[in-house]
């Protein structure tokens, strides 16, 4: 009879604990899999065998029976009897038609370029740099969006994704009762200010990012869209210039892409075109306050490989504000996994 886990003498568990962290690739590996088969889409609402999936997705029965057994050990579908499987509540965010799904985030995780730049992690521990431009000759984005299309619309879901998951808690936590309009920068294809513009009815809203970017952009936010007459849509780059006027501007998950000093390059063209007094809001992960800290550390080392960029404390956003001369003014949660870093343009500049 195989022991259980609690059997397992001391001097054996840490071995087994360092080995089974070391293959969590393969969890990655099996997830992306899941993904790419459309497993959580073939199975309904009612458990079914192996061979009935196999069938469904067009793979080998005794293949997809191990690797359902290893998405079963992390919590990905359920076997309720031997070689019969059903939905978990992780398994169903797989599914394409699942609110707030993570289909395109698992398929991101996977794709060849993260093994890729994943595998040279040390090398940009010893340099501080990412790897990209090493492994692939030119920067992430521009790979993402240049060379593989395809794969960059992949990236584009994925944000928005992720984006939807957050963008109610921002709205609720994020206090706009006396602002009236407000600038989302790089703000993707608008969900957060769709969430912002439906919580508070007298706000309007400008969404600004890249000529690719607001092509895409929530056909409400619009012209003829429900939210289309209280929003202004508006491309350009960050980096730049952002020629926008509002009462408070928001930057989520712009600034962790990018090293100190392009962040500050960035704060500070924000405040050269800002009205004094204006609130400028960053919404990021903060590795000492998160909930979450498995996810936000091992996000601070993949936006280190992929970007050169970082997440950071709350020490090092007031450093931020500081140097791009902003004056820092709070940190409040949002009862999600990011946080609302705040501070406002000062009026001697």
Not at 28 to 53: F, H, K, S
Not at 123 to 141: C, H, I, Q
Request: hydrophobic fraction near 45%.
């Amino acid at each position: 009879m195989a022991e259980s886990p609690e059997m397992i003498e001391p001097e054996v568990a840490a071995p087994l604990r360092l080995h089974s962290l070391a293959y969590s690739l393969g969890v990655t590996a099996a997830i992306t899999a899941a993904a790419r088969l459309e497993l959580a889409d073939a199975l309904g609402e009612q458990p079914l065998t192996v061979g009935a999936l196999a069938s469904a997705v067009g793979a080998d029965e005794e293949a997809l029976g191990q690797l359902l057994r290893a998405l079963a050990c992390q919590g990905l579908f359920r076997e309720t009897t031997e070689g019969v499987y059903a939905h978990t509540e992780l398994s169903r965010l797989l599914r394409a038609d699942a609110p707030g799904g993570r289909r395109p985030m698992a398929l991101l995780a996977g794709a060849p370029f993260a093994w890729q730049i994943w595998s040279r992690l040390d090398e940009a521990v010893r340099t501080g740099r990412s790897v990209f431009p090493e492994v692939y000759g030119t920067t992430l984005f521009t790979h993402l969006h240049e060379e593989e299309p395809e794969l960059g619309a992949l990236f584009d879901r994925a944000m928005a994704k992720s984006g939807e998951i957050t963008a109610a808690a921002v709205a609720e936590a994020l206090d706009l009762a006396d602002c009236g309009t407000v600038a989302d920068i790089g703000g993707g294809r608008g969900t957060l200010l769709r969430a912002l513009l439906e919580r508070w009815p007298q706000l309007r809203g400008v969404l600004f990012d890249l000529e690719r970017v607001v092509s895409t952009t929530d056909p409400a936010l619009l012209d003829g869209g429900e939210l289309g007459d209280r929003c202004a849509v508006l491309a350009g780059d960050c980096h730049q210039d952002i020629p926008v006027k509002a009462d408070t501007y928001l930057l989520k998950g712009v600034l962790h892409m990018w090293d100190d000093d392009t962040a500050v390059a960035v704060l500070r063209t924000l405040a050269s075109s800002a009205p004094a007094g204006a609130r400028v809001v960053l919404i990021e992960q903060v590795l000492d306050l998160s909930r979450t800290p498995e996810i936000a550390t091992v996000m601070n080392l993949l936006m280190l490989v992929s970007q050169g960029g970082r997440e950071r404390t709350s020490g090092q956003f007031r450093a931020l504000f500081e140097q791009a001369g902003l004056e820092f003014r709070q940190i409040t949660g949002t009862g999600s996994q990011v946080h609302l870093v705040e501070g406002v343009v000062p009026a001697a500049r």
